[in-house]
């Protein structure tokens, strides 16, 4: 009689890893590659992206993979095109999806290859074809205007690929597909447990410098983070700040690998496992994480940054054109607050120059560079 | 891994070594084994030494995984060994490391990369055929193949039908089969199901081709066709296109015979026995592929999925008070359902009933286990009814499952006794062991006896640790 008991009404309890989506994000920004070209140049790094690919997909039946460039000017689909009807492993079932809104449908001739899984071919084939397009579309000016990328924009093209595959494989009544609407509100009610897809972002990030990126960069962080959906970092070349925090706060991997040419083993080891695998495994983290942040106002990276108080966003200098917020536009008096705080200092009697800052401050901009130049370090 | 996988896993389990190394020459194998025959854990540990250039010290292995997750190793890995995918290696006396089989790894390396000139993945006909069919057409010739054998073997029971009638459209071949598998046994001229015979048939699609196909394996000897040159021709169907034409130019004599059969189940179409093209169905495409991918990302499959010609998958509604709704109009789904549903009235897209303890107590009677009903009508329950987590009742699910014990009161398995401990320690340790592999059924701690469903590992670890122990 034990065996009748609530604990094992669920009989049917899925065994199988719920599916997982695969984004990502890779960067291409000619300049760092061409960095790079010593040790791990473009071709290769993308030979082992396409046995990976191949790797997690053969890893659940259902899983899928999409790959977003982020190019210099732009961010780019490489897989799957941005037509539903072009690919028929993309899954975008519904008939009315911001997906297909453009261009004509230019169905990709898969030559049959006996030597090959068919799925694997369909993909590779799509991802090399529209990274040669790409390329070609590249145009000098376009590399002359920027030395970064745009990751961005990439990390939100991601995402919102992520939420709108979420939604097409919740559980819902076949009858209420053909209206994606009804789709939506369902979503709202069901509550995201009951979605089967476990959904990832992989960057793999070659450039430094995406502190001009910092706004747009930390609001996709923060909507990774309300999803639940992990961020991780390979990064290859450069440091920058921002993607480490964009793991720390999803909970994803940030690899720093010192030797880029073993690309296709840190991928395998490190970044194949899903949320299911996760749960058991020892992973990598990011270790010391820098959570500086960028300033509004000249994207630069600082120790010591001015707040709104409105807005909270983050300014470099106190000296703010007309005394406005740059985002808001609230009026901010940073100059007459900067000179309540030198007011202590005197009791020291050794910095007297900083009283002659402070009483000289009435003038607006006079003693600012001082000012902001991080008092606690000296 | 699904249920329907786990199925062709333990036949895999069961075979000799030397033909899993006979199997791994085919990339397509490889692959199609590591898809969907290893839990989830395994895939990762395999994916991580694939491009390793040495092996892996089980040390370091040990450290990549976390402290609770020891349980869910250990199975991993003991699936990999019973696969021969991985092998131990003794490096130093205290020194132990994992490696994975050459032929494994390099046949999945080609797999994953698409090297090589194996042709495992099925070679296309370049010749454009003149009868050639769509997927919709594929898809009806499946289904009804497949109804038909099911039928078969369902239909004398619930008296729906004359025998006579009901065997028309199975092949001899097929019938053989299905009594070969002990899945029908004829008395007097009669088809009876048996007890297996019912497990079968309330299974989903998937895993009921590969219960199917089990059988055949196992009778392929007979017929003078090798297990290897089945099974990988098998996971070769697994991996191929819906709705593409193949050639049968580049396949063995056993593999052409095989053909013939597999068209009989609907596993593959042709146009007539001497063509030079064969399509594989649906059927076929999904082997190596578990159920979940079938309902999320194709809805058409769903029709297949036992008759039902509406898109959606589950059909049937089953309330608080034990009464069930099933909008069908197919015979074969009402024949099912009436072996444990007092069905009292049809209408035409529409049969309700009542589940009552005479109708489970003669189900059960007949050699369906309770389990058995619950997986059936929780895997066709209506859209509206997965919407619920539990998606059964829970009263209705406890109702069945206590008819059902009213009557069976003792369990039976097969496996080992293990006794005679020298201490408790030791006792304690192989417990733990035993535990962690999960292979342990039942234990007494004061008579220190345990007994377990599968001892070749056990035996194992007793010997390497008699071993060191003599050193």
Sequence with gaps: ?378 | MSASSSQALEYLELLPGSVHKKLYDQPSTALAIFRCMLPHLAKTIVMAMLYMTGPFPANDLDAWFRSDAKREKDKAISVLERLHIIMLRQETSNQISYQLTKRFAQSLRQALTGGGTHRSFGVPSNQPDAKRVDKAFLDEYARKQWENILFYMVGSTVGLADSNALGRDVGEGTKALLKAGDFVRIAHGRVHITRTGFEFVLQEVNAQVWSLLIVYLKHASQLNMSETDVLSFLFMLGSLELGQDYTTTTLSPTQLQMLEDLSAFGIVYRSSKEASTFYPTRLATTLTSDSVSLSTSEPITNSLSSAGHRAGKGYIIIETNYRLYAYTSSLLQIAVLSLFTKLTTRFPNLVSGKLTKESITRAVRLGISSSQILSYLSAHAHPQMQKNSPVLPPTVMDQIRLWEYEGERVETHNGFLMKDFGSESEFRELLEYAESLGVLVWKNEEKRVFFVDRVEQISLYLNNKKRTQDR
């Design chain 1, 1 to 378: 009689m034990n065996a009748i008991d609530g604990t094992d009404r669920h009989i049917k309890t899925d065994e199988a890893p719920p599916p997982s989506l695969l984004a990502i994000v890779l960067d291409t920004n000619p300049h760092a590659w061409a960095h790079l070209s010593s040790t791990l140049p473009l071709s290769s790094a993308i030979a082992n992206l396409l046995v990976f690919i191949n790797a997690h997909l053969a890893s659940g039946n259902a899983n899928e993979v999409a790959v977003i460039a982020s190019h210099t000017h732009r961010a780019a689909w490489l897989y799957p095109i941005p037509q539903s009807t072009t690919l028929p492993t993309s899954q975008n079932g519904t008939s009315n999806g911001d997906m297909e809104t453009n261009g004509a449908p230019t169905e990709p001739s898969v030559p049959e290859n006996p030597n090959k899984y068919r799925p694997f071919a369909i993909i590779e084939k799509a991802i090399l074809s529209n990274f040669a397009k790409l390329l070609d579309t590249t145009k000098e000016s376009d590399l002359a205007s920027t030395p970064t990328t745009l990751v961005g924009g990439a990390l939100s093209l991601a995402l919102s690929y992520i939420a709108k595959s979420t939604l097409l494989h919740s559980p819902v009544d076949p009858l209420a597909t053909d209206n994606p609407l009804s789709a939506l509100a369902d979503s709202e009610t069901m509550h995201a447990q009951r979605t089967p897809l476990t959904s990832r972002v992989l960057v793999i990030s070659v450039s430094g410098d995406l502190a001009n990126q910092y706004i747009p960069v930390m609001n996709a962080i923060f909507a990774a983070q309300r999803r639940r959906i992990p961020i991780d970092i390979l990064k290859l070349a450069g440091d920058t700040v921002l993607l480490q925090q964009a793991c720390d706060a999803t909970g994803g991997i940030y690899m720093k690998p010192e030797r880029p040419e073993g690309l296709l083993q840190y991928l395998m080891m490190g970044f194949l496992p899903d949320a299911t695998a996760r749960r058991s495994l020892v992973m990598p983290s990011a270790g010391g994480v820098d959570f500086r942040a960028a300033c509004f106002c000249h994207r630069k990276v600082v120790d010591i940054g001015y707040v709104c108080s409105v807005c909270l966003s983050i300014f470099c200098t106190p000296n703010l054109p007309d005394n406005l917020c740059l985002t808001c536009g609230s009026y901010l008096s940073l100059a007459q607050a900067q000179t309540a705080t030198p007011a202590v200092i005197p009791r020291q009697r050794k910095k007297k120059k900083k009283r002659v800052g402070g009483t000289d401050s009435a003038t607006p901009g006079g003693s600012t560079p001082a000012g902001s130049g991080t008092p606690v370090h000296t």
